[in-house]
């Protein structure tokens, strides 16, 4: 099976394989066959919708995400281990060493730029197994004028079973323990410390990765109609045209989001009948709550997603066991995910006087900044295996690939500047 990655460049893959894509929301059923009329058995997570839906009516797109994502009942992220070639996708971290080796690296050179503080702290929204974050203390252990600042790792994670798989990635020789995991302290002496949001984290100096982050936060959707813009929801659906139990509705009236957020805003008044947008609060929300953060404590930060430097439409997908399948399709079974706004993430931010932007770059200019060629050779020539040396080889070409995940991948950066005026910008940003 091929490995493939979360972004857009799926559609890409699968339009290539003779399988055109279509927005999955407005494409007409075809006619209805005797396998089509068979729907979808019902999970716990199916019934928890559905009921939702025949008690209040037909759920925003953003309440659809969250509880597919992260519902304790048998939401996706609660199921434990979802990455890698056993999983439903693979992640840069996964794919090669050099990902989290360079980003430690960057930290570092953004310590040396704002003034070396005596005191640190690394910060990961969404660690995953914690290969990220692995590395990276890895890669700043060889700096100890550096590694020996940081009082604390802090990781931003909901699901009880990543959590202890980030302790056991970690904390070398954890033992198993019950319950949920809060806190664990590693050989060197560093604490792990475990939050349920980013607006918890303690002050301090902080050295922010976000990684994959942003495009699982839930989005809203809306589409231009005569009328004005009106929220697309998800409705149950009972009819025998589809497999699935839920489709996408067009809300006749104005919703409480498209009063907000799409009504008298000038951002839109230009777009014809029939666009798309999706918006995320929650993303406007979490930035601001990173911002916060760096203004109260000072520090740096990452982004790191697909994306682009402003809002679109029709983004949702659902990934699982590396291919695209139904976002409808069994609540909580598959990946959903959509791309990152990263323009109206840095107005987020920038409602913070004292916190700058920069970015975003493609994945590929920011990690060739860092010298990830050289330290590519390094690895080789001690490589002790063949199959070693191309294993590095093949990571490095689909981490910096246009075609793969070198354009598909933008990076943006955020951090409390000592003195915007003589501050030099920070590395892949120049």
């Not at 089509?36 to 559905?50: C, I, M």
């Not at 809306?222 to 009819?239: A, N, S, V």
Request: aromatic fraction near 10%; charged fraction near 25%.
């Amino acid at each position: 099976m091929v490995l493939l990655i979360r972004s857009r460049q799926l559609f890409n893959f699968t339009t290539r394989h003779g399988c055109q894509y279509k927005r999955w929301y407005t494409t007409p059923s075809p006619p209805p066959s005797s396998s089509s009329q068979n729907k979808e058995p019902f999970t716990p997570l199916t019934k928890h919708l559905r009921d939702s839906i025949k008690l209040t009516g037909p759920m925003t797109t953003a309440h659809f995400m969250r509880q597919v994502l992260v519902n304790p009942l048998s939401g996706y992220y609660m199921h434990g281990d979802v990455f890698g070639r056993q999983g439903d996708f693979v992640t840069s971290p996964e794919i090669s060493q050099l990902f989290g080796e360079m980003t430690g690296i960057w930290y570092l050179t953004e310590w040396m730029r704002l003034g070396k503080p005596k005191k640190t702290q690394l910060v990961e929204l969404g660690p995953g197994r914690g290969t990220l974050m692995s590395d990276m203390l890895r890669t700043l252990s060889q700096f100890p004028y550096f590694y020996e600042t940081i009082t604390g790792v802090h990781l931003v994670e909901a699901s009880p079973g990543l959590r202890k798989m980030q302790r056991s990635a970690l904390v070398k020789d954890a033992e198993e323990i019950e319950g949920k995991v809060e806190k664990a302290t590693r050989s060197d002496g560093i604490n792990i410390y475990w939050h349920d949001g980013a607006e918890v984290i303690p002050e301090g100096w902080s050295c922010i990765m976000a990684h994959e982050f942003f495009d699982a936060l839930a989005v809203h959707s809306f589409e231009k109609t005569e009328e004005g813009w009106r929220e697309l929801l998800i409705d149950f659906d009972d009819t025998d045209e589809t497999p699935y139990n839920f489709r996408m509705v067009l809300s006749p009236t104005p919703t409480t989001a498209s009063k907000a957020y799409m009504d008298e805003n000038p951002l839109y008044a230009e777009h014809k009948i029939g666009d798309r947008i999706e918006l995320s609060p929650d993303t406007w929300y979490t930035g601001q709550s990173l911002a916060d953060l760096l203004s109260r404590g000072g520090g740096t930060g990452l982004v790191i997603d697909y994306g682009q430097d402003y809002a679109q439409g029709d983004t949702i997908r659902a990934i699982k066991k590396h291919e695209i399948v139904h976002p409808m399709s069994d609540p909580g079974s598959a990946d959903l995910s959509a791309d990152v706004d990263f323009a109206a993430l840095k107005v987020a931010m920038g409602k913070y006087s004292d916190i700058t932007t920069y970015g975003p770059v493609t994945q590929s200019k920011f990690l060739q900044s860092l010298g990830i060629q050289t330290r590519l050779e390094m690895l080789l020539k001690n490589a002790k295996t063949s199959e070693s040396r191309t294993t590095l080889i093949k990571g490095f070409q689909r981490l910096l690939d246009p075609a793969m995940m070198g354009r598909i991948y933008k990076v943006m950066s955020f951090s409390k500047e000592n003195d915007t005026s003589k501050s030099a910008k920070p590395v892949g940003f120049e």
